[in-house]
């Protein structure tokens, strides 16, 4: 059974910076394709980020895109998300998953972490 943990979310006043980690156990994280996904109070949950398997390729949603990074460290099977330049708006519970087929990452993702709450304070 995969597990997936988050960590590293808190409080952070806007213009700062955060790094969320998620480990994930049970099997070896380069067997997946990872991503980030946020929900903020009251909304659905959206997406954030994803990575391919070697780690060359990335995605973001326009609404982090140039503040935000994820990597990939598969010899310590965690995955990243370097966030700059933080807003109020990025306010949200922080969720990674896992998924071995790209196209059911960003929708349905098979594993999915329990969240970390980033609040951005103006």
């Not at 156990?25 to 980020?49: C, D, H, I, L, N």
């Not at 807003?87 to 071995?100: F, I, L, R």
Request: proline residues 2%; hydrophobic residues 35%.
């Amino acid at each position: 059974q995969v597990q997936l943990v988050e960590s590293g979310g808190g409080l952070v006043q806007a213009g700062g910076s955060l790094r969320l980690s998620c480990t994930v156990s049970g099997r070896t994280m380069s067997t997946y394709a990872m991503a980030w996904f946020r929900q903020a109070p009251g909304k659905e949950r959206e997406f954030v980020s994803a990575i391919t398997w070697s780690g060359r390729d990335t995605l973001y949603a326009d609404s982090v895109k140039g503040r935000f990074t994820v990597s990939r460290d598969d010899a310590k099977n965690t995955l990243y998300l370097s966030m700059n330049s933080l807003k109020p708006e990025d306010t949200a519970v922080y969720y990674c998953a896992a998924d071995n087929e790209l196209n059911r990452l960003r929708a349905t993702p098979d594993y999915w972490g329990q969240g970390t709450q980033v609040t951005v304070s103006s």
